[in-house]
């Protein structure tokens, strides 16, 4: 997509983040914006802001987990703009911890928010911009950990993010479609998303403080946060998505060292054939 003009763009987990570095960017080009989050009142004054600096825009509360609520996301898209080009599957959540910990809750909330949030978002937009003419666009966001192992019940989502949208791009290059999707690798970015339990819901939270697994969490958390401090700044984040949009790229990557964790997972994948060969070759097999 070249042009960006009086588009109309959804966004999910809009209210903070890269979500929100994104929802700048759309301002900037002029496109009409649809925020949409969890988080209430940080969505709305968001927005508000947004508005101030001439921004055609609209919140839209929604959790992703509940494709009803998709669906309302979809029918008050098309109630004010008629049409939606752009479609960020950005919302999501991580429970921390590894995947020897990780509880049924986390799971069930990871999953519901990263997973089934895309798959409810690509199933009642995806329709929309078929039945459109103009060009459109859906970008899922994924992470280095859609691609190499490491954090546990989030990586489960983003291995199926990846899936899905490696898929969508194979078969809608085949019917040359005027839909296009990219999936957006970032890496480490300067976010909300190490304290991702603030939206939480009570049904799904783990038992809290005084058990192992909280204090623990709390200790790891702290690194985490230091982690990300002063990283990557989620304006930057945007400008590449919008750079890899213009030229249809499918991965948009963010960090030159994510080709280290690929390469080792790779390599890894690669020396299982090693193990086959030698079996092969031992019992006089082709
Ligand atoms: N920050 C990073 O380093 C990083 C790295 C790789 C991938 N990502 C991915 O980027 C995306 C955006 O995250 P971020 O880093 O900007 O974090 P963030 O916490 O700043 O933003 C995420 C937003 O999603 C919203 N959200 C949470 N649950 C929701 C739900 N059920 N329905 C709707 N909205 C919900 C939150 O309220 C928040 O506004 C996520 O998919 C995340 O996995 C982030």
Known sequence: MREFKNK????????????????????????????TDIEKDLLFKVTDELKDNG???????????????????A????????????????????????ILRNTIKDFEWVIGVNLWGVIYGVNT??????????????????????????????DITKYGVTAMSECMRIELKKIESHVSVSLLVPGIVDT??????????????????????????????????????????PDLVA?????????DVFYIFTEMGMKNGIDARYK?????????QN???KTNRE
Not at 22 to 32: L, P, Q, S, T
Not at 127 to 140: A, D, G, L, V
Not at 268 to 276: A, E, I, K, N, R
């Open 8 to 35: 109309v763009a959804v966004i999910t987990g809009a209210a903070s983040g890269i979500g929100l570095g994104i929802a700048k960017r759309c301002v900037k080009e002029g496109i009409k914006t649809v925020l």
């Open 75 to 98: 029918d008050q898209t098309l109630k004010k703009y008629g049409k939606a080009n752009l479609l960020f599957n950005n919302a999501g959540v991580i429970p921390g911890t590894n």
């Open 192 to 233: 909300g998303i190490v304290d991702s339990n603030r939206n939480r819901p009570q049904e799904l939270k783990n038992p809290s403080k005084g058990s192992r697994n909280w204090d623990e969490m709390n200790k790891r958390l702290e690194e985490v946060r230091d982690r990300y401090r002063g990283s990557m700044s």
């Open 125 to 154: 937009f995806l329709p929309i911009m078929f039945e459109q003419t103009e060009e459109s666009h859906i970008i899922n966001v994924a992470s280095g950990s859609s691609l190499y192992p490491g954090n546990g019940a989030y």
């Open 279 to 281: 079996f092969l070759e």
């Open 239 to 247: 400008d590449m998505t919008f750079n890899a949009i213009e030229k």
């Open 55 to 73: 921004g055609d825009v609209l919140a839209v509360v929604c959790d992703v987990s509940s494709l009803e609520e998709v669906k309302k996301l």
């Open 268 to 276: 890894w994948m690669m020396s299982g054939f090693d193990t086959l």
